[in-house]
């Protein structure tokens, strides 16, 4: 590749990101491809080369949308939600969606976050929250129909019931011939600890010697070779 050819596609990609900023920063307004370019170029920086580059980088970024019959552009989000209405379509819509990051969520609408805390409440989302300062971070689909209203007085009875302490539970369950969860795993390594190396048993040379005295000796009787 030729020293020209790149120095003419890298102004083109910065020119590329320099056109997406401006497309993103005017969404959802849909913008006419001249504008952009007059937006990024001066007359002197067109040179042939760095538009086609900066040309086909920019009909093919996947964040921008190029609509090539009105010869426009505009943003594409990661997802086409701008109201809670959206929201809530789009999680119906797309039941295989478990989640949605709300940085993403925030290309496309920006001050979301008044929304999703009324949504939150309104138990039509769940959302997990940053530890730090209790930002949105991830939302979930909810079902407002899942929640009921319990009465005060209930509420309070079950949350002043005391629950026995682990230690009293693991008591409880060793006086009822019980095992405790978590003890079965450690009882087995105990046993294994136990279990010795097998003994070398250690070679003797067998002999009849417990024999002797029981066999008569007849070696002086052997008959003679004729």
């Not at 497309?23 to 170029?41: E, H």
């Not at 999703?116 to 940053?130: A, F, G, P, Q, S």
């Not at 300062?133 to 079950?158: C, K, M, Q, Y």
Request: proline content about 5%; charged content about 30%.
């Amino acid at each position: 590749m030729s020293t020209e050819r790149t120095q003419s596609i890298t102004k083109a990609r910065a020119k590329s990101v320099q056109a997406k900023e401006r497309i993103k920063d005017k969404f959802p307004a849909v913008l006419k491809w001249d504008d952009v370019l007059n937006y990024c170029f001066s007359a002197i920086e067109r040179h042939k080369d760095v538009l086609f580059y900066y040309t086909q980088l920019v009909k093919k970024d996947s964040e921008v949308t190029y609509n090539e019959k009105d010869n426009t552009l505009v943003y594409k989000p990661p997802y086409p939600i701008r109201t809670p209405e959206q929201l809530i379509e789009f999680f119906q819509a797309n039941t295989d969606v478990q989640s949605i990051e709300v940085a993403k969520l925030k290309k496309g609408w920006p001050d979301c976050d008044a929304e999703i805390d009324k949504l939150e409440k309104e138990h039509k989302i769940t959302v997990m929250r940053n530890k730090k300062d209790g930002s949105p971070r991830v939302i979930f689909a909810d079902d407002p129909t899942l929640h009921i209203n319990l009465d005060e007085e209930f509420v309070n009875h079950w949350q002043s019931i005391q629950l026995p302490s682990k230690d009293d539970i693991i008591r409880f369950l060793i006086a009822s011939r019980r095992t405790p969860a978590g003890q079965v795993a450690a009882n087995t390594a105990v046993v294994k600890q136990k279990k010795q190396a097998r003994k070398n048993r250690q070679s003797t040379k067998q002999t009849n010697k417990h024999m002797h005295g029981i066999f008569k000796d007849y070696s002086g009787i052997r008959p003679k070779g004729k």
